[in-house]
């Protein structure tokens, strides 16, 4: 009988304000990866622009494991590509996991998804669901999402190449800036284990990446630094942008999208939840 899984991964958004390289959410937004034994190879996606050869990031992912040559994919996904909401971790989860659950093979998921995608936050999330407190190599912590927080997402038209923005930020920063972000980082990872709203909102402030990356979303930027006054708890940028995060009660939720749908009119308003699952695999028979 011929082996075949499903695998369904969620978005993520990271950096979280602070958290530059660090910290990263689960998102309730999935990729979904069918693989199937069938004698040839192949590879099905509904997401226009997204190589169906070996160069697929799910197929690259599942080849790191075990060849891929009698092996079928099947694509579905309702991540948005290039918006800071960890579509290229999502597929590279989702391939790991296929190969390493189809064959089992019990491999050191994180630490192949990390050196796949080059940082640790995305893939962590991806991985494991909730909140993630990433240090380097090291296994991830994992931090269960407090009870009545949503998200909402703002997502613009426009997109953002993550090295660009890598590259918009300096080697070195002022110290001053160091010492805030440590402060506020700390100030949301308790905000987050306690279920402390006003923590957490205090804890969102960042003054490492996002002002230095103004210029590749000047619009973004406007709306993250309205969030309290649109009656959120706090916004920051998901990830390399150009996509907010706002950060909602749930009561406040349905009428802060509405203020966000008539504020930036031009960009896709979703409401999100916090996931506290990550990556599942279920085999089919």
């Known amino acids: 009988m011929n082996r075949r899984r499903v695998v369904r991964v969620p978005a993520s958004s990271a950096n979280l304000g602070p958290g530059y390289d660090v910290l990263a959410a689960a998102l309730g937004i999935e990729l979904e990866l069918g693989v199937e034994e069938t004698g040839s190879f192949s590879v099905e996606c509904d997401v226009p622009g997204v190589p169906c050869d070996r160069s697929n990031l799910c197929v690259r992912a599942f080849e790191r494991l075990h060849l891929a ?5 099947s694509i579905r996904s309702a991540i948005p590509a290039a918006a800071g909401l960890g579509s290229s971790a999502a597929a590279l989860v989702a391939g790991l996991c296929a190969a390493d659950h ?5 491999a ?9 995608e080059g940082h640790p936050d995305n893939v962590a999330a991806a991985l494991l669901g909730g909140f993630v407190i990433c240090v380097g190599g090291e ?9 009545g927080l949503e998200g909402v997402l703002v997502i613009p038209p426009s997109q953002v190449i993550t090295a660009e923005a890598r590259g918009a930020l300096p080697a070195e920063v002022p ?12 100030l ?12 957490i909102g205090r804890g969102l402030h960042d003054a490492l990446h996002q002002p230095r990356r103004r210029a590749l979303y000047p619009s973004s930027m406007e709306l993250v630094e309205r969030a309290e006054e649109l009656g ?3 916004a920051t940028i998901s990830g390399a942008g150009p ?8 009561e406040q939720t349905g009428a802060l999208v509405g203020r966000l749908r008539g504020e930036a009119a031009e960009c896709e308003v979703r409401r999100v939840t916090f996931a506290p699952g990550g990556a599942d695999v279920n085999a089919l028979v």
Do not use: I, K
């Open 243 to 250: 996509t907010v995060l706002f950060w909602s009660h749930w």
């Open 108 to 116: 050191p998921l994180f630490e192949l998804a990390h050196e796949l």
């Open 232 to 234: 959120a708890v706090g």
């Open 69 to 73: 040559d009698d092996v079928s994919f």
């Open 102 to 106: 189809m064959y089992e093979l019990d």
């Open 188 to 199: 949301l990872v308790l905000g987050l284990a306690e279920g402390d709203f006003s923590l």
């Open 139 to 147: 296994q991830p912590v994992r931090v269960e999402p407090p009870a």
């Open 175 to 186: 110290l001053a800036d160091a010492v805030h972000n440590v402060g506020r980082a700390s």
